[in-house]
């Protein structure tokens, strides 16, 4: 796959976002990848940015209310409190999957050709983000909340506004083009996060947990909490200093 080549349905849904202007046509913007979900998921433009009980949904059909949320999901948590006391909402969670990667010179705004990134998504990749929606699914309320993972095939533009040689070290993200949606998963509640769990044994170290979720620092702390509160792994006693878990 190359840069621009989208799957027919995700072209469709790019097209319609930019003719709606949803999207800045010839400039950069994270809007990209938010406004083509959006109408990847409803085509129907009136049925956008609906007011909803003193807030603004991204999608309203009159029945469910749907969320496309692309940097972060703790911002979206008062808004869930209002809304779920009145609809079921769905909020959708884009993981990239398979990305390719072009950068842009900001000087000149030469673009180098897209190459593929050697990473590839994986479920888990969602749990530290997942984390902040623990306390709205453990929280009763009038009506449910389902999480739809989206694992999208994207090209990522980048400009080489770093340091270092090739500007590229804390370099800024400027935008996201999906290509096509490889695979989804739709989690209802918190007993469906043990799906997330990457290949463990029945036993395994805190060091053996953090290996396999590939993360550190807070972002770790958060995928391991995560992991906890839903049930999906259980602590066991100390033995020394070690820290072990059970599925």
Not at 59 to 87: C, H, M, N, R
Not at 199 to 214: D, H, M, N, V
């Amino acid at each position: 796959m190359t840069r621009m080549e989208q799957e027919p349905t995700v072209a469709a849904a790019y097209a319609a976002a930019c003719t709606n202007g949803g999207i800045g046509i010839g400039t950069l913007s994270e809007r990209t990848l938010h406004s083509t979900l959006k109408f990847w998921l409803q085509p129907d433009v009136t049925l956008h940015e609906v007011a909803v009980g003193g807030c603004v949904a991204d999608i309203f059909d009159g029945e469910t209310v749907t969320e496309v949320q692309t940097v972060g999901l703790y911002p979206l948590k008062k808004k869930l409190a209002k809304l779920l006391s009145q609809y079921p909402v769905t909020v959708v969670v884009p993981i990239p999957h398979r990305k390719w990667v072009c950068w842009i010179d900001p000087q000149t705004g030469e673009r180098s050709e897209s190459r593929r990134s050697p990473k590839t998504g994986k479920p888990w990749d969602v749990l530290p983000e997942l984390f902040w929606l623990t306390e709205v699914w453990q929280t009763p309320t009038a009506h449910p909340l389902t999480v739809r993972i989206l694992f999208v095939d994207m090209e990522e533009v980048r400009l080489q506004d770093g340091w270092g040689n090739d500007g590229k070290r804390g370099s800024h993200r400027a935008d996201r083009l999906p290509l096509t949606i490889a695979e989804e998963m739709t989690l209802h509640g918190l007993a469906d996060v043990s799906r997330l769990l990457p290949p463990l044994p029945a036993t395994f170290s805190a060091a053996e947990l953090q290996k396999a979720l590939g993360r550190r620092g807070r972002t770790l702390w958060r995928a391991v909490r995560c992991l906890e509160e839903s049930g999906a792994i259980t602590r066991l006693p100390k033995e020394g200093r070690a820290v072990t878990y059970r599925k």
